[in-house]
């Protein structure tokens, strides 16, 4: 019963986490850079002030794919916590990102547009290589089951360390992060499929982003199941390097993008799934 | 029950001959009473046949089969002959050949031909429902055609005895009886696919000719070796599958599974059906989704409990796999809609026939879903389609980009039949997860083949998923200034099947776990001759070593319609309305979206599903 009321818990709270990631992530990088940085609630005052601000949209059916887009990326969030399928989890969401995807699509804009066609190749990017490490995953604890997953003896890490490298390969694409951030990139599509939402409508995109970090450190958390050093340690490390990552690098094209994703992430996720068999 | 059996086999040969002879109104309401009097049969035989019945048919019945035969191999002649085609010519002297030397060889079977099983129901169920929808739609749709009325006459004709021989198709237990029901789907294929008599009409139309030829011949070869090998006493499938085991030989399985792999336009003989777009739509609404190619799946599920765990269903699921993505990456590079929709028939035929090799009872389960909501879903896609051409003349999604302010439902039709095709919350979906789910616990004996074949159906999905997305992109976009969603008028033979048919998925969707349980499952565990281990733990639902769990299916359900429909009729009020943002520039464009091109990868794509094709030949003749 407990557990229950902590999952719960954790559900309710993952926008707050993620926000809070946000903030430390703003301050991490802006201290790479040399600069202070805004202070770590700085994502919770940006949210209250959109909240304040006067609400304009396009058109009803895009504002509301918008709201969508959040609430059923928190389903699948909660399905992950409470220890669902992990490849219900994963095509849930597929299904928040194709929701952001169609809400970029329904307006006439040029760059509302650009950002969604990104959006759908960057997900063509990472999603093979998701459910390749999932079966991996199946293939060492013989469930699907994130509860039973959790539950295995020892850290998935060790069992499939390439698999993690695939999961590190990939994460920057599924974060929006440089040098893979071609979906939102300001300087060229000014941020994509979300370019149209503003105010109020706005906010639900952007907590989503926070729900988006959550969801991929709990990914991570998968693999360090059981042991709270190792957890710790990976989570922070893998949090560094994204956004060292991000710091370091420029953007590439969606070309050379599908390339890397095919050309590298897939075969080594292929080589983790075969090293899980034999 | 038997009288109504031999009702759904008779009755629309019947129709087909009565409406040559009446006038206009009255072929219309002739076929629309006919096609809900066989949907209302379907449904009371399943509800009412408990285990099986056999039909025995009088003696005179076979020598009237081997006369039919006979002369539908000299009407291909006829057809080479007239056409000038020398594939056709060849493929019929092979098949005259071995037709006649097989009918002085054949053991006569007597009495027991037809054996409606559970599996014949769930086909009645498909193909009656469906094809009678596609029936009434192309009443109006041919109507609009621009042929003579004799035409319009032989169209609707040759569409009601084309179900006649899927319902015949579907329960014939000797396979000398299936290989003519075959043959007539081809002929009735090909008849409507050269239906507008145009240049390419006729060449694509003895493309699908030639290739189904291939698929006929396979099952003469097929008889001819079990007619040699001892054990195998008679060529029925029910005496085939039983004695398999104790005999031994595969190769008439493996025969067969050609014939059903080219009936299902797998690679390398997947160009019928693209070929097959230059019909009419209700032609390729037909051979999409109830007839013709789901006779594929329908055959390997037969012979699923001979194959099951042998070579021959390994290489059925390396091809099938193989062409589930190839396909998919094909369909990503296409802009023609129609054709679009072709590629992801044949992605997911080999999905479906990939399960059905599979042949355990989830596996089973899962292709039976998936043939059931593809048949709808395509069905509801391609009338849809039919719709597009002829009301508001676009073909190619790259035109439609307006279609989201002038024809808001169409667009929305489409979009509930992409999300029913994959994703999560429909049926097709299901039945996919289930597919990953059962290869994973497949993977024991045969663990690499299999690593690659999830490989192979994740990398193919997220590639659909990215397809329909893309195309469902560019119907959906409006400017702010057409806040106000009014839902075009069509005729109501057009909207009125189209609403049926989305009636029919809401109904799949909200029912599925009764479906799973009364539905499903007991055609799957009578197909498989297993046990059927389906329990309901909790929620949710075992399948053998599968467990599916609800809740959250059950609220995705209800997520992604609702957001659909939500999304188009919701309005926020109160809420200011600005222009879309663009950079203070004032220029003309026009929406677009990535295209792959993949035509150079073609060739390459022939020569792998070729080489399985032989390696099927080997596989089944060494073992």
């Known amino acids: 019963m407990n557990k229950i009321i902590i999952q719960l818990l954790l559900i309710f709270i993952s926008p707050v986490i993620g926000g809070l990631i946000y903030g430390i992530e703003r301050k991490v990088k802006a201290r790479m850079q040399r600069r202070i940085g805004p202070p770590i609630l700085q994502p919770f005052y940006d949210f209250l002030k959109l909240a304040d601000k006067r609400a304009m949209i396009v058109h009803s059916t895009h504002a509301f794919f918008g709201i969508m887009h959040f609430v059923s990326l928190w389903f699948a969030l909660a399905v992950l916590i409470l220890g669902g399928d992990l490849i219900l989890v994963i095509f849930l969401h597929l299904l928040s990102t194709s929701l952001l995807i169609l809400g970029g699509f329904s307006t006439r804009s040029i760059f509302s547009h650009l950002g969604a066609n990104r959006s759908a190749i960057s997900a063509l990017a990472y999603e093979p290589i998701l459910i390749i490490i999932a079966v991996s995953i199946y293939m060492v604890t013989g469930s699907f089951d994130v509860s039973s997953i959790l539950n295995y003896p020892t850290p998935l890490l060790y069992k499939m360390p390439l698999a993690f490298i695939a999961l590190l390969l990939i994460l920057p694409v599924k974060l929006k992060k440089s040098p893979f951030d071609i979906s939102e990139a300001h300087q060229e599509v000014v941020g994509g499929a979300e370019i149209e939402y503003s105010g109020i409508f706005y906010e639900a995109i952007y907590t989503a982003k926070w729900l988006d970090y959550v969801f991929c450190y709990a990914l991570i958390y998968l693999f360090a199941a059981n042991n709270i050093v190792l957890s710790f340690v990976l989570i922070t490390g893998s949090f560094l390097y994204i956004n060292a990552l991000d710091n370091s690098t420029a953007r590439v094209n969606y070309k050379q993008m599908l390339r890397f994703a095919f050309g590298v992430a897939f075969p080594i996720a292929i080589i983790n799934l075969l090293m899980t068999i034999l | 029950?038997?009288?109504?059996?031999?009702?759904?086999?008779?009755?629309?040969?019947?129709?087909?001959?009565?409406?040559?002879?009446?006038?206009?109104?009255?072929?219309?309401?002739?076929?629309?009473?006919?096609?809900?009097?066989?949907?209302?049969?379907?449904?009371?035989?399943?509800?009412?046949?408990?285990?099986?019945?056999?039909?025995?048919?009088?003696?005179?019945?076979?020598?009237?089969?081997?006369?039919?035969?006979?002369?539908?191999?000299?009407?291909?002649?006829?057809?080479?002959?007239?056409?000038?085609?020398?594939?056709?010519?060849?493929?019929?002297?092979?098949?005259?050949?071995?037709?006649?030397?097989?009918?002085?060889?054949?053991?006569?079977?007597?009495?027991?031909?037809?054996?409606?099983?559970?599996?014949?129901?769930?086909?009645?169920?498909?193909?009656?429902?469906?094809?009678?929808?596609?029936?009434?739609?192309?009443?109006?749709?041919?109507?609009?055609?621009?042929?003579?009325?004799?035409?319009?006459?032989?169209?609707?004709?040759?569409?009601?005895?084309?179900?006649?021989?899927?319902?015949?198709?579907?329960?014939?237990?000797?396979?000398?009886?299936?290989?003519?029901?075959?043959?007539?789907?081809?002929?009735?294929?090909?008849?409507?696919?050269?239906?507008?008599?145009?240049?390419?009409?006729?060449?694509?139309?003895?493309?699908?000719?030639?290739?189904?030829?291939?698929?006929?011949?396979?099952?003469?070869?097929?008889?001819?070796?079990?007619?040699?090998?001892?054990?195998?006493?008679?060529?029925?499938?029910?005496?085939?599958?039983?004695?398999?085991?104790?005999?031994?030989?595969?190769?008439?399985?493996?025969?067969?599974?050609?014939?059903?792999?080219?009936?299902?336009?797998?690679?390398?003989?997947?160009?019928?059906?693209?070929?097959?777009?230059?019909?009419?739509?209700?032609?390729?609404?037909?051979?999409?989704?109830?007839?013709?190619?789901?006779?594929?799946?329908?055959?390997?599920?037969?012979?699923?409990?001979?194959?099951?765990?042998?070579?021959?269903?390994?290489?059925?699921?390396?091809?099938?796999?193989?062409?589930?993505?190839?396909?998919?990456?094909?369909?990503?590079?296409?802009?023609?809609?129609?054709?679009?929709?072709?590629?992801?028939?044949?992605?997911?035929?080999?999905?479906?026939?990939?399960?059905?090799?599979?042949?355990?009872?989830?596996?089973?389960?899962?292709?039976?879903?998936?043939?059931?909501?593809?048949?709808?879903?395509?069905?509801?896609?391609?009338?849809?389609?039919?719709?597009?051409?002829?009301?508001?003349?676009?073909?190619?999604?790259?035109?439609?980009?307006?279609?989201?302010?002038?024809?808001?439902?169409?667009?929305?039709?489409?979009?509930?039949?992409?999300?029913?095709?994959?994703?999560?919350?429909?049926?097709?979906?299901?039945?996919?997860?289930?597919?990953?789910?059962?290869?994973?616990?497949?993977?024991?004996?045969?663990?690499?083949?299999?690593?690659?074949?999830?490989?192979?159906?994740?990398?193919?999905?997220?590639?659909?998923?990215?397809?329909?997305?893309?195309?469902?992109?560019?119907?959906?976009?409006?400017?702010?200034?057409?806040?106000?969603?009014?839902?075009?008028?069509?005729?109501?033979?057009?909207?009125?099947?189209?609403?049926?048919?989305?009636?029919?998925?809401?109904?799949?969707?909200?029912?599925f776990p009764l479906l799973m349980e009364y539905y499903f499952a007991p055609v799957a565990s009578a197909t498989s001759h297993l046990m059927l281990n389906l329990k309901f733990i909790g929620t949710s639902i075992i399948i053998g070593n599968s467990k599916l769990p609800l809740i959250p299916i059950f609220i995705a359900f209800i997520m992604l319609p609702v957001t659909l429909i939500l999304a188009l009729f919701i309005k926020f009020k109160k809420v200011d309305r600005v222009k879309e943002y663009m950079c203070g520039e004032k220029i003309e464009y026009r929406f677009s979206s990535f295209y792959f091109s993949v035509d150079k990868a073609n060739p390459y794509y022939v020569l792998i599903g070729t080489c399985f094709f032989i390696a099927l030949l080997v596989v089944g003749g060494i073992y």
Not at chain 2, 456 to 465: D, K, M, Y
């Open chain 2, 1 to 511: 029950m038997q009288t109504l059996v031999l009702c759904l086999f008779i009755l629309p040969f019947l129709i087909s001959a009565i409406i040559y002879l009446v006038s206009n109104l009255l072929v219309k309401i002739l076929t629309i009473g006919t096609v809900i009097v066989l949907s209302f049969i379907s449904v009371y035989l399943f509800a009412g046949i408990k285990g099986s019945i056999s039909i025995i048919v009088p003696d005179y019945f076979n020598q009237l089969v081997t006369i039919t035969d006979i002369l539908l191999v000299l009407y291909f002649g006829y057809v080479a002959i007239s056409r000038k085609s020398i594939l056709i010519g060849i493929m019929t002297i092979l098949q005259f050949g071995t037709l006649l030397y097989l009918i002085t060889k054949i053991p006569s079977t007597e009495g027991t031909q037809f054996h409606v099983d559970k599996l014949s129901l769930f086909m009645f169920l498909l193909i009656n429902i469906i094809s009678g929808i596609i029936a009434a739609f192309s009443l109006k749709y041919i109507d609009e055609e621009d042929c003579s009325n004799f035409r319009k006459k032989f169209f609707l004709s040759t569409i009601m005895w084309f179900i006649g021989v899927m319902n015949m198709i579907v329960a014939a237990d000797n396979i000398e009886y299936f290989f003519l029901f075959f043959e007539l789907t081809t002929l009735a294929s090909f008849l409507l696919i050269e239906f507008r008599k145009d240049e390419i009409s006729v060449k694509n139309a003895i493309t699908a000719l030639w290739m189904n030829q291939i698929g006929g011949l396979a099952i003469l070869g097929a008889i001819l070796v079990s007619v040699f090998t001892k054990g195998y006493s008679s060529i029925t499938f029910s005496q085939l599958i039983s004695s398999a085991g104790t005999v031994g030989v595969l190769l008439p399985f493996a025969l067969l599974a050609i014939a059903a792999l080219i009936k299902g336009a797998q690679m390398p003989f997947s160009k019928w059906l693209l070929g097959a777009m230059v019909a009419p739509t209700p032609v390729s609404a037909l051979l999409h989704s109830s007839t013709m190619v789901k006779i594929a799946p329908y055959l390997i599920l037969r012979i699923s409990p001979a194959i099951k765990g042998t070579p021959v269903a390994t290489v059925i699921i390396c091809l099938t796999a193989f062409v589930f993505l190839v396909a998919a990456i094909g369909a990503l590079s296409q802009d023609n809609f129609k054709r679009i929709l072709a590629h992801s028939t044949i992605s997911l035929l080999g999905l479906m026939i990939l399960m059905a090799a599979i042949g355990t009872e989830a596996a089973i389960i899962a292709s039976l879903i998936l043939i059931m909501f593809h048949g709808i879903s395509k069905c509801m896609l391609f009338l849809n389609a039919g719709i597009l051409e002829k009301v508001f003349h676009v073909k190619s999604t790259s035109d439609m980009e307006n279609l989201g302010e002038t024809g808001p439902f169409s667009a929305f039709v489409v979009a509930i039949g992409f999300m029913s095709l994959l994703l999560p919350p429909f049926g097709a979906f299901i039945g996919k997860w289930i597919s990953i789910e059962t290869i994973g616990n497949m993977m024991n004996s045969q663990k690499i083949i299999y690593a690659f074949v999830i490989v192979f159906i994740a990398t193919g999905g997220a590639i659909l998923s990215l397809l329909y997305f893309k195309v469902l992109g560019l119907l959906i976009a409006r400017t702010g200034a057409k806040e106000n969603i009014k839902f075009e008028n069509t005729h109501p033979l057009y909207s009125g099947n189209i609403i049926i048919l989305i009636f029919l998925i809401l109904l799949g969707v909200i029912s």
